[in-house]
């Protein structure tokens, strides 16, 4: 009892430090998911936002005299005329290998019920990536057990590949057997104790997809043991916009800290279009300029920028 | 409300010319608002609108609004007034508003820039901690 109270002490002897400098806005408009913001005259782009209630946003329009941000958390608890707060601090996620078997959102919070995820280290969702000289080129293969592809198209650690397709025509399927594959390959190697063979980590980022589509992805993969290996990010197609939008950042981040600590990831981003079209609908709530099919034009931008991450040095 | 180009343009010429020697003049905004209500450009009542939100902006970056818990005595306030004065520029007015809700300390407040050293804020923040 009494290290409870030594604790609380300790926390109200730091908070002494008694006048803070903040800067603030005004919420003059919010819905959708996105509040526009009078004032916060310091803020930065890709900034988070603090409102009342705990609900965090990110300033993505950087206007004259307005910020427009999009919401995280639940939104019907920002109303007009609320105080937004700058914080300094971009959004990270937590990484590590603690998020191996797990199901997590967007925001690295637990989906399963396995208990909260023990990680001290937090990554920020967009970093700049490694440059050219930094990187190596592709020398190993990544097996993905389907003979076809091993044999005519074979993929390697460091590089990147799309997978394109009609629906239901099995791009999903792929990119599970590959995770499957890659779970067999660990386990064979750990059991034999090879310390040559660098394990594989996998990352599923579902993006817009039906709950029960990744509940079945899931269910495959506890069925053939690949959890272990694996961290599964949902956003599905009920979840908002916002988060849809920032899952892949969010798998990238969690893979880039694989790649800084020696270790081999892969990241599957199921599925783009579907990211593309919550982007859309975030950039046009911000009233950004559209294009072809009302998609914003930095839409390609966005993809281009999130799979720069995925050949850095190793995959 | 989304403005266009035509609207954005006017409403900041206006608010440009709205300053002689860098302080905002009652009389040329006056002149000013009347010369475009007799001219009635296009979109003249949106740019008005524009053009009063601006002015309403600048006016707050050049006023300091200073909250406290209980009444301030006048050798503190007079100290705000001048370090603020250095910090900000001569031309701030000072507004001294008693707000019994933040239970102690003061909150200042100039354009989107606040230094809160209330007992609240603090509160607030131990809530958050724990």
Partial sequence: MSSILEEIETKIEGLKTSTTKSNVGVVRETGDGVARIE?????????????????????????????GAILMGDNTLVEEGDEAKTTGRLLSVPVGKAL??????????????????????????????PGVIKRRSVNQPVQTGIMAIDAMIPIGRGQRELIIGDRATGKTTIAIDT???QARLNKAAEDAKDSNYRPLYCIYVAVGQKNSNVARVLNTLEREGAMPYTTIISAPASDTAT?????????????????????????IFDDLS????????????????????????????????????????RV | ?????????LSRAMLRASFTDG????????????????????????????????????????????????????????????NLKKKYGSDLTTEFVVNPELLGGMRIRVGSDVWDGTVRNRLERLQQEL
């Fill in chain 1, 243 to 267: 988060n849809q939008y920032l899952a892949p950042f969010a798998g990238a981040a969690m893979g880039e800290w694989f790649m800084d600590n020696g270790m081999d990831a892969l990241i």
């Fill in chain 1, 179 to 181: 995770i499957i594959s």
């Fill in chain 1, 100 to 129: 191996l078997g797990r199901v997590v959102n967007t925001l690295g919070q637990p989906l399963d019920d396995k208990g909260p995820i023990k990680t001290e280290t937090f990554y920020p969702l967009e970093k700049i990536a």
């Fill in chain 1, 39 to 67: 004032g916060l005259s310091d803020v930065m782009l890709n900034e988070m936002v603090e409102f009342p209630n705990g609900v965090f946003g990110l300033a993505l329009n950087l206007e004259e005299t307005e910020v």
């Fill in chain 2, 1 to 9: 409300m989304k403005l266009n180009k035509e609207i954005r343009r």
């Fill in chain 2, 23 to 82: 302080q905002l003049d009652r009389g040329r905004i006056a002149s000013l608002v009347d010369s475009l209500i007799e001219k009635k450009p296009r979109h003249y009542i949106d740019a008005l609108k524009n053009y009063s939100r601006l002015l309403r902006l600048e006016l707050e970056k050049r006023q300091a609004r200073v909250e406290s818990a209980s009444e301030v005595d006048s050798t503190t306030s007079s100290e705000i007034v001048t």
């Fill in chain 1, 274 to 313: 579907k990211h593309a079209v919550a982007y859309r609908q975030v950039s046009l709530v911000l009233k950004r300029p559209s294009g072809r099919e009302a998609y914003p034009g930095d839409v390609f931008y966005l993809h281009s920028r999130l799979r720069d991450y995925s050949n850095a040095p």
